[in-house]
């Protein structure tokens, strides 16, 4: 099978839609499908090779994967990310046209997203639309100007526009797929989270005391602390300031707790900002974007892993932690309910900074139950093995051609 992952963004760009796309290439490649990402360029100099087609390091030796780039303007909303131009269509249906894709994958809701299901009408393929994100959510926190309640209609707005066009519909948790029945969405959806390959956990023994001293070297008053660790992205919608309160609250029972939040974005520097001004400011630290192939040894790295997101549709890195056997405390909203279902690897706890730090502190100093939750963890990831979860996408995408020949027939 040939298939087009559309995506508004992808490498050098990192968050859970990335990982997604990843993952499910490279497993779906393996498995001996033919995919060709469709994403932004991230250069804004045409003259730059890689502005309208680029192979990145990671498929550069795969032939059963490639990437195409597509000319991108600065985003108002975020800047971290680009714009694909919207006047791409014909260099779009020639790339494709020689590609001869099967399937078309939405991957998000603008520009890329909005050219691929162009194409797969145009062409009459069978399209799939994976509803990642939950933008009535998201938009109020890039924005001031306008009133929350039209941010919020109008990221239910786009979302449904692709719900409604689509042949299939996959969501990564049931709580996804109970937004889609609230926003009255008369068709089925099949529920299929990310899937994290096994290498996410293996690491060179070796190399792990290198990489500890690098770390105390670059962080040394982490060194023999009790490490708290948050890896993602850096933004509002994360909740991380709860995580610096968190800290203050934590330290009143383990004294030589630290916070070390791993990753960046266009919130850090106003959360440095509001760490400073807490009188253990010291003991928050802030180690920037890391490599992916570090992320193991990062895991391995910290005592306990803390996620205090609200809004997330997974929080992928609590399963990447567990598969490294860290203990996960995090807030029981949205994705994390389903992931966790519970206090399976760790804790799952209310909105409340007092309930979060005792389960923190809990899991510092009994020892006994440190291990059993260790151990829970890493049994407990295994429910999102990349290879198993990869079949069930491939009968999505069959669903998808049955459905697009159902929709053709009753046309």
């Known amino acids: 099978m040939n298939i087009a992952m559309f995506v508004d963004c992808y490498y050098p760009r990192v968050n859970g839609v990335v990982v997604s796309v990843k993952s499910y290439s490279d497993a779906l490649s393996k498995l001996g499908h033919k995919v060709c990402i469709v994403c932004p360029a991230y250069s804004s100099n045409s003259e730059d090779p890689t502005h309208l087609s680029y192979i990145d390091k990671s498929v550069k030796d795969n032939p059963n994967i490639e990437v195409f780039r597509l000319s991108s303007i600065s985003n108002h909303w975020s800047k971290e990310d680009r714009l694909a131009r919207i006047d791409q269509w014909h260099k779009v249906k020639k790339y ?58 109008l990221g239910k707005d786009i979302v449904k526009f692709y719900l409604k066009k689509v042949d299939e519909i996959i969501v990564p948790t049931y709580r996804i797929g109970k937004v889609v029945d609230r926003y009255c969405i008369e068709k089925d959806y099949d529920i299929l989270p990310t899937g994290i390959p096994d290498d996410i956990a293996k690491f060179d023994k070796k190399y792990v005391s290198v990489f500890f001293n690098r770390m105390h070297k670059l962080l040394p008053y982490v060194q023999k602390k009790h490490i708290l660790l948050y890896t993602g992205r850096i933004v509002k919608e994360k909740n991380l300031d709860f995580l610096i309160d968190m800290l203050g609250e934590v330290r009143k029972t383990v004294n030589d707790a630290v916070l070390l939040f791993v990753g960046g974005g266009p919130y850090e520097e106003e959360l440095k900002k509001y760490a400073k001004s807490k009188p253990y400011s010291w003991n928050i630290c802030f180690a920037g ?22 809004t997330d549709t997974q929080g ?26 519970g ?43 990349i290879d198993s979860l990869t079949l069930n996408l491939v009968e999505c995408y069959e669903k998808a051609i049955k459905n697009h020949e159902a929709n053709s027939v009753r046309k």
């Open 289 to 310: 974007y890391r490599k992916r192939d570090e992320l193991s040894y990062l895991y391995n790295f910290a005592d306990v892993f803390v996620f205090p997101s609200l």
């Open 96 to 153: 494709l046209d020689g590609f001869k894709p099967d399937i078309i994958h939405l991957n998000n809701e603008y520009t890329v997203a909005w050219l691929g299901l162009t194409y797969a009408r145009h062409r009459g393929i069978p399209s799939v639309y994976t509803f990642h994100t939950l933008w009535e959510e998201y938009f109020k926190c890039y924005s001031h100007a306008v009133p929350d309640f039209a941010l919020k209609k």
């Open 316 to 341: 992928l890195v609590t399963v990447e932690a567990m598969m490294c056997g860290l203990p996960v405390v995090a807030i029981g909203e949205m994705g994390t309910l389903d992931v966790m279902q």
């Open 343 to 385: 206090d399976n690897g760790g804790f799952m706890v209310k909105n409340d900074i007092h309930e979060f730090s005792e389960k923190v502190c809990l899991l510092l100093k009994d020892k006994k139950l440190y291990e059993q939750k260790k151990a829970e963890a890493l049994e407990w990831s295994k429910k999102w093995n």
